[in-house]
């Protein structure tokens, strides 16, 4: 099971960018997706969370209304677009996945429920 995110980079306050968890090694349409970040100095953080069919979806308040998440199935890959940017939103940002098939995202912002983990992308938000 391997997760690969990418998209991310530099961009300015108020910018977009988009992210992808690209997994391989399994099929994603079994599973949820949940995208978290961690600041330089801060606790790692959930930011969204899709469920296995795409309908069952979840963010953190910081984010709602800017950040959406979905799927591709077909594609094996999971996306966050993140629009109007905020210097706050500056980290490094991971893909995971609990791999469970009947997982509930009752906890779905709690990384101890996600074991296996993308390597990260950086996302920087100059002001």
């Known amino acids: 099971v391997q997760l690969q995110a990418s998209g991310g980079g530099l961009v300015q306050a108020g910018g977009s960018l988009r992210l992808s968890c690209a997994a391989s090694?399994?099929?994603?349409?079994?599973?949820?997706i949940g995208w978290f970040r961690q600041a330089p100095g801060k606790e790692r953080e959930g930011v969204s969370c899709i469920g296995k069919s795409g309908t069952s979806i979840y963010y953190a308040d910081p984010v709602k209304g800017r950040f959406t998440i979905s799927r591709d199935n077909d594609k094996n890959t999971v996306y966050l677009q993140m629009n109007n940017l905020k210097p706050e939103d500056t980290a490094v940002y991971y893909c995971a996945t609990p791999a469970e098939r009947s997982w509930i995202p009752s906890f779905w912002a709690d990384v101890d429920e996600y074991h296996y983990w993308g390597q990260g992308t950086l996302v920087t938000v100059s002001s």
């Open positions: 090694g399994f099929n994603l349409d079994y599973y949820a």
